[in-house]
């Protein structure tokens, strides 16, 4: 890197960071007067050089025609001297020579070959004199004996640059002026712009909990940014309330088999038989495996609940409908677990921890209260793959089936150490499902017991 390009760099960032440190106000308004001071600048110099021509051209206008007038006097005979005037027409010969009997002209050569084709030349009045103070305009013209001769007219150019500078300052001080307009309207519009922003940001610092902020009524993007910060307070909102209601169930959970472990270390403490210590320890320890399945319940519906889902794969619903029985048949002795389905495949978008997660819940909750049968149907249709489970147990009461979703919830609270259930697992079930755009539901089986159906999106469907 050259030794310039590293002295630059510091000096960008220091602008660079000068400019990021502004406001919006002021950002906005600095570059709608720098976009003013460019524009107006261009109008100026385009205006001031239109102005020089157009009175220029009205200065030729006049010479020519003077000219013209005296070049006819000398065609028709009359004398040079006659149609010369001291600080007007002078008739030269075509080397540049005066033949009026006045004075030098101070013209260069090159400016009277200019004169004699016709073109303006800005040159000096007298010899040695301003360059830029006198415009010549002339003609060629025979006089009555044949000899052309070149008669020139003359102006002072005072005026004009008068006019000019005058004209410059009067179209820069406009310029300025309209640059200075353009800034204090720009820094007000701004200011009148941001000001709902403002009265958000007022209302955002004060705004009590379940309130939102006011929604403008205009629909431009202030009003998208109200209605998408409500959006957000809302999932803040929801999120806080389940993070509360998770807390305090968790808690409420977790304080028994806690309450259990240190109850009975406390008694193997004060008690120390040897007897009594092994069944304390005995009873320590399946204490301390309910808890552990109830932490990994709560971790596993946290995470169904969070809402970050890896990308969905199809996965064969029948296929690992059979493997999940297979599973549940080598954990429970005394259930006959069957599988009906009238398909061969039964593609579903999802991941296959999901599927399995949602099919071991389901015949685990199954299983824990059936008497001696459980149903797993996979039913495929047009959009969706139907997951059913039907038990032959108690059955869960009508004021109960939507409840039973729930963290927590035991349709028989009695029975939970019975039937060892923390009531996550169709908690767990209803969040993975979901979450993949499914519903799930329960009501009554034909046996009698409780039926679990799962609606779970083909892989066709949800592409």
Not at 340 to 358: G, I, K, N, R, Y
Request: include cysteine.
């Amino acid at each position: 890197m050259s030794p310039g390009r590293r002295r630059r760099r510091p000096v960008v960032r220091t602008v660079r960071g000068w400019w990021d440190r502004r406001t919006v106000q002021a950002r906005v308004t600095l570059v709608a007067a720098l976009a003013a001071l460019v524009g107006v600048t261009v109008l100026v110099v385009i205006s001031g050089t239109l102005l020089g021509w157009l009175s220029l051209e009205s200065i030729d206008t006049r010479l020519r025609t003077e000219a013209r007038r005296a070049a006819s006097a000398l065609s028709t005979g009359t004398a040079a001297r006659e149609v010369a005037t001291p600080g007007g027409v002078r008739v030269l010969n075509t080397a540049g020579e005066p033949v009026d009997g006045l004075g030098p002209t101070g013209l260069r050569p090159w400016e009277i070959n200019t004169l004699k084709t016709g073109e303006g030349v800005t040159g000096r009045g007298v010899p040695g004199g301003d360059a830029s103070r006198v415009r010549w305009r002339g003609t060629v013209v025979p006089d009555p004996s044949g000899r052309p001769l070149l008669v020139l007219a003359r102006s002072e150019l005072a005026v004009y640059h008068d006019v000019r500078s005058t004209a410059d300052h009067v179209l820069v001080s406009g310029a300025l002026c309209g640059v200075l307009f353009v800034a204090v309207a720009t820094w007000a519009a701004v200011r009148a712009a941001l000001r709902p922003v403002r009265r958000m940001r007022l209302a955002a610092a004060e705004l009590p909990a379940g309130r939102r902020l006011p929604v403008p009524e205009a629909d431009d993007e202030l009003r998208g940014l109200a209605l998408a910060t409500n959006e957000m307070l809302d999932r803040r909102d929801a999120d806080t309330e389940r993070l509360r209601r998770f807390t305090g169930d968790a808690a409420h959970e977790l304080r028994n088999p806690v309450g259990a472990i240190r109850t009975q270390a406390e008694v193997a403490v004060l008690h120390p038989d040897p007897e009594l210590a092994q069944q304390t320890l005995r009873e320590i320890s399946e204490e301390a495996l309910r808890l552990s399945e109830l932490v990994d319940g709560l971790l596993a519906v946290a995470r169904a609940e969070a809402g970050a889902r890896p990308v969905g794969e199809p996965v064969d619903l029948v296929a690992a409908a059979w493997s999940a029985v297979e599973r549940a048949r080598s954990g429970r002795e005394g259930v006959r677990i069957g599988l009906v389905t009238p398909f061969l495949t039964a593609p579903v978008l999802a991941t296959p921890s999901e599927v399995s997660t949602v099919l071991d819940n389901l015949l685990a909750n199954a299983t824990r209260f059936a008497r001696a049968l459980v149903r797993v149907s996979v039913l495929p249709a047009a959009d969706v793959v139907r997951v059913v489970v039907d038990d032959d147990g108690p059955g869960i009461p009508p004021e109960h089936r939507q409840k039973v979703f729930d963290r927590f919830h035991r349709v028989d609270p009695s029975r939970a150490g019975e039937h060892g259930g923390a009531g996550l697992g169709l908690a767990l079930v209803a969040g993975t499902v979901r979450g993949r755009g499914g519903a799930v539901r329960a009501d009554s089986a034909p046996e009698g017991g409780a039926r679990i159906e799962v609606r779970w999106p083909s892989a066709g469907s949800a592409e």
